[in-house]
């Protein structure tokens, strides 16, 4: 069993960084793939990146390539994502995510994950 805890979320002006951070309970963390959602309000979740067990390979959503970067450190049961560059339209719940059935494309659905954290708000001001 493993569980996440996001934290990072905060106000940010347009332009700004965050950097959030999913805390893993549980070794089995380190031998999961990982990924990064966020919901927008009245839409579904939605997949934003993703890193494979090792760290080896990573996706991203391509409206967040080049301003978003995904990472872990298993030595800390922990994974990363930092947004740069934000903008007003980045304003939603951002969820963590382990334990991502295959790759690629597989990960864009949700229900192709097993753990998830509770989410923490970022709100990009303009």
């Known amino acids: 069993q493993v569980q996440l805890v996001e934290s990072g979320g905060g106000l940010v002006q347009a332009g700004g960084s965050l950097r959030l951070s999913c805390k893993a309970s549980?070794?089995?963390?380190?031998?999961?793939?990982v990924a990064w959602f966020r919901r927008v309000l009245g839409k579904e979740r939605e997949f934003l990146a993703g890193i494979t067990w090792g760290g080896g390979s990573t996706l991203y959503k391509d409206s967040v390539k080049g301003r978003f970067t995904i990472s872990r450190d298993d030595a800390k049961n922990a994974a990363f994502l930092q947004m740069n560059n934000l903008k007003p339209e980045d304003t939603a719940v951002y969820f963590c995510?382990?334990?991502?059935?295959?790759?690629?494309?597989?990960?864009?659905?949700?229900?192709?994950?097993?753990?998830w954290g509770q989410g923490t708000q970022v709100t990009v001001s303009s």
């Open positions: 995510a382990a334990q991502g059935s295959g790759y690629g494309s597989r990960w864009y659905s949700d229900f192709n994950w097993g753990y």
């Open positions: 549980g070794r089995a963390f380190r031998n999961y793939s």
